[in-house]
């Protein structure tokens, strides 16, 4: 264990100690490291290693099905497989975790996640997901229940089952994505049913940048009358940060993981993309990863306590989901603060075309309610943004709707 408020000094000797411990099996036996890794002895050596990206992975597990190269155990010492949910089109990782790795994730949400949101063994915990292979909640679900909360799977049930249930059963936290909070919220008006009167007193949010986009997080807060928390994982990587009683970005955890943020030229930036090594994770590691998640770091004391690094604003966006309007660079997480900010927008995807080498970029909205003008939207889209973004009204259950991450940029090539 750490200490609780570690100089910056500490902290680095710590992280390097935990990486060259665990290199020591890495080096001797996966076969996928071997090929790319020397021995670190210190951080120079550290910087030198090449960066590993989704495709490398891919190519990997494509060459060597099922899981590829990047075992370092035989398969007998590895007991959960899941994998990554292919939402932005490219083939699915599988991952597998062994039974050191998975007590590894499981404590880094009871005394990270679970501890900075509140969240004791008196609650009674709600999963609004559907517990297929992708990672998901399956680790919060496992550590609530070592925590000694009451885990309550909705998995399988419709959205209407798991409104009812939430009311019925007394949740006091939920667990979603953002995006599928906000839609329960609206199916709950459509069946009589009010969730500000239930019990749920937390929510716990991962998937999408929502929760830490200020206008996303106030609705959901004002659907449910309780207090929105952010956090930030990934299939293959790990649990890597939450967000704080701050609510203003989300803290990586330093403790476990090598946070680096990089610039478009693999320099060391303020603001870029998102790098990250794990260091609990030996059976199956990842080393210096190109998360392609758009982030803005600082190591400005938080009033919380926490010792690490802050995320501003959270994930704002995917790298690769960068779209341009008349030479303007937009990620979907700007144009979701602008529309979370009209309640009577149920849902909104942003449809970015290629027409005659130019680019012209639509929202798709459904809105409930007679008034279905979008003048007002549009009006704010431009005065925030600085360009105009034409606005479609589709009808209501016309866009794609999931409980897992939602897809908020769609390309097409006319």
């Known amino acids: 264990m750490i200490p609780s ?111 900075a949101a509140g969240v004791t063994a008196s609650d009674r915990v709600f999963f609004a997901f559907s517990f297929g292979p992708f990672i998901g909640f399956w680790t919060a679900f496992g550590s609530a229940e070592k925590l000694g909360a009451l885990a309550i799977s909705g998995a399988a049930m419709t959205t209407e089952q798991r409104i009812r249930s939430i009311l019925e059963l007394g949740a006091t936290v939920l667990l979603s994505t953002p995006t599928y909070a906000l839609r329960m919220a609206e199916a709950a008006k459509d069946i009589g049913k009010d969730l500000t009167t239930s019990q749920l007193r937390v929510t716990i949010h991962a998937g999408e940048p929502g929760a830490s986009i200020p206008t996303t997080r106030a609705a959901i807060e004002a659907a449910y009358t309780a207090t929105s928390f952010d956090h930030s994982g990934m299939t293959e990587l790990g649990p890597t940060g939450h967000s704080c009683a701050q609510r203003d970005g989300i803290h990586v955890l330093e403790s476990d993981f090598i946070i680096e943020v990089l610039d478009e030229n693999g320099r060391p930036a303020s603001e870029g993309e998102l790098v990250a090594t794990n260091l609990g994770r030996w059976g199956m590691p990842l080393i210096r990863y190109r998360t392609g998640d758009r982030v803005s770091i600082t190591r400005e004391p938080c009033s919380c306590g926490s010792p690490f690094p802050k995320l501003v604003g959270g994930i704002r966006g995917r790298i690769d989901d960068m779209f341009t309007v008349r030479g303007v660079n937009l990620y979907p997480s700007q144009v979701e603060d602008i529309v979370r900010g009209h309640p009577n927008v149920v849902e909104f995807v942003i449809e970015h075309r290629h027409l005659h080498h130019m680019d012209e970029v639509t929202l798709l909205v459904e809105i409930e309610g007679t008034n279905t003008s979008t003048e007002r939207l549009e009006a704010d889209l431009r005065q925030a943004l600085g360009v105009r973004l034409g606005c479609r009204v589709v009808p209501t259950g016309t866009l794609p709707q999931s409980d897992l991450k939602s897809k908020r940029l769609v390309r097409k090539v006319d």
Do not use: C, M
């Open 5 to 115: 408020q570690p100089t910056i000094d500490e902290l680095r000797a710590l992280q390097l100690a935990r990486l060259r411990a665990g290199l020591k099996d890495v080096l001797r036996s996966n076969a996928f490291w071997r090929a790319r890794l020397t021995e670190v002895q210190g951080w120079d050596d550290f910087e030198r290693l090449p960066l590993t990206t989704k495709s490398d992975l891919v190519t990997d597990q494509a060459a060597k099905p099922p899981f590829g190269t990047n075992l370092t155990y035989p398969i007998d010492r590895y007991i959960r497989l899941h994998q990554t949910s292919g939402a932005s089109g490219d083939h699915p990782l599988r991952w597998l975790d062994t039974p050191e790795s998975w007590e590894w994730w499981l404590r880094i949400w009871s005394d990270h996640v679970y501890r």
